[in-house]
Structure formats: C-alpha cells, structure tokens
C-alpha cells in the first residue's frame, strides 16, 4: 500500500501498548528530510511508547507506518535500521563494556561491507571529534555526555535518514544540553535528516524543532510550529 502524500516518516492512526493496556491511542505524524520535529507531554503520555512501536520494539496494534510513502508491514529493528530508520532510547544507553571503536562497530553491524563501516566512523568523527582520541577507551569510563555523544554517534555510523531520540538531555548537565541538542540540529541541517525527538526540556527542545506534536493520554492534543508556543501561556494551555 502506498501513500503519495506522505513525507519520509509517515505514522498514521498508530495504536499500541503493552500486554493488554493500551497506551497509544490514534496518532499520526509525520516528519520530512531536514526537519525536527519535537514530541512532547507529561510523562505517561505515550511517547517513548510511540517511538518504540515506530522502531518495531512493540507491535502496531492498529494504524500504519510509512518510510517514502510505502507501508512497513511489521518490520523488525534490524529490517529498519537497514531502511535507514535510527533509535536512540534514553539514558546513554552503550555497550559499557566494550571500547568506543568497538561500540561504533555495534552500530554498523547491518554493513555487509567494511570500507561502508570505516567511512560510517570516518563520518560521525567529523560530528563528533572529541570521540576519536578515546577510540581505545572502554564507554563505561566516559562521563555522561561523552557517553550520550557516543549513543548518537553509533545511530549516525549507518548514515540514517530518520534519527528517533527518546530524551536525549536525560542525565545532562545544563551546559551538554544545549550542546546535544545543538548538535542534533546541526545533523538535521546538514545530512538532511528526519529528526523525531522526545524531549522532557520543552523550552530548549522548541528552539531547535520546526514543528511540536502534544501527546495527552496517549492522542495528539496539539500539532503546529513550534514558535506558535515560544509564549509561556500558550504553552501552559496546551501542555497542562
């Protein structure tokens, strides 16, 4: 089945849940090449939910995903990875045991093709040139932003065109946040990729997002431009 008026990411009416509770409850999205889009609520609404049924880690109970216009029809993380889809789950999440190298190795494990995986290093090295030093270093003796740019880098080694980041400030001093975030822009920006984002620092995630969906009970209670909401009491309204 496709959908000519879809952008890259398209996600409608997608139901989910765990067990028997559903969670999710009717969404739809979509996010185009270049653009952040910001997804945003209480805790419990729903999000990270969202993005792992996104991912294929839960199932979609009802609805669809696309990816170019064409339906995913259950498809498995690997499957995405290999369609260029990305998942970046919350709390600095790396393999600790192991080396850096090692970790981005991880991350290109759906390249059949080593020079792909030596370039897909070569290329996260240019985001991010404070990881190359520390290549033989084991991930679980970085700090926690070095760990959170570690994550994003073993996404980025397979070149994505839609990157899902579930809270990635979380565990953040106040300074790295604006540093992850700012750096999360600059992905988008320049490679051109779909950047769907859960974020719980709404102020500083609507400064880099073109466009915020509100998750209330697990629905879309709001969806517009994200500037629509830089004034506090219309944010207040439509978050509370």
């Known amino acids: ?74 498809p498995t993380p690997r499957e995405l990875l290999r369609f260029g889809v990305a998942f970046v789950p919350q709390g600095n999440r790396v393999f600790t045991d192991l080396s850096v190298r090692e970790n981005l190795e991880m991350g290109g494990v759906t390249l059949r093709d080593k020079r792909e995986l030596n370039e897909g290093i070569e290329r996260v090295f240019t985001l991010f040139p404070a990881i190359k030093p520390r290549l033989r270093q084991r991930a679980g003796t970085l700090s926690g932003g070095e760990k959170q740019m570690l994550a994003l880098a073993n996404a980025l080694v397979l070149n994505p065109r839609v990157l899902l980041l579930d809270e990635p400030s979380l565990g953040l001093a106040p300074p790295l946040v604006s540093e992850a975030l700012g750096r999360i822009r600059e992905i988008a920006e320049d490679k051109r990729v779909a950047v769907l984002i859960v974020e719980q620092k709404v102020r500083e995630v609507l400064r880099i997002a073109q466009r915020v969906y509100v998750l209330r009970n697990g629905l879309v209670s709001f969806s517009g431009l994200s500037e629509s909401l830089t004034d506090e009491a219309t944010l207040r309204e439509v978050y509370l």
């Not at 496709?2 to 969670?23: E, I, M, P, S």
């Not at 910001?38 to 419990?44: P, Q, V």
């Open 1 to 74: 089945m496709d959908d000519g008026n879809a952008k890259l990411l398209n996600v409608d009416g997608l139901v989910t849940g765990y067990g028997k509770k559903q969670v999710v409850n009717g969404v739809g999205l979509d996010v185009e090449p270049g653009e952040i889009v910001a997804l945003i609520g209480h805790n419990g609404a729903g999000k990270s939910t969202l993005l792992k049924a996104i991912f294929g880690l839960l199932p979609v109970w009802e609805g669809s995903v696309f990816l170019d216009g064409k339906q995913l029809e259950s």
